[in-house]
């Protein structure tokens, strides 16, 4: 029930920003996750790419 919830809030959240310009992020307890995200708003946000556009992965040496 308490997921159902929190899920319904994190939906409406999202379905707030119709332009795409905000960054919605979900953190939960984990703290690497936590750090992850708060990594992704380090820059200016008129210097990051829509939530949309964005790939946080990593390439392996030489994979360019």
């Excluded at 919830?5 to 979900?26: P, R």
């Amino acid at each position: 029930m308490m997921c159902f919830l929190l899920q319904s809030i994190f939906q409406q959240l999202c379905n707030l920003d119709v332009k795409g310009n905000s960054y919605i992020l979900e953190a939960s307890k984990n703290p690497t996750k936590v750090f992850d995200c708060i990594a992704q708003l380090l820059a200016h946000p008129l210097q990051r790419p829509l939530q949309q556009h964005i790939n946080y992965s990593l390439l392996a040496n030489g994979s360019l």
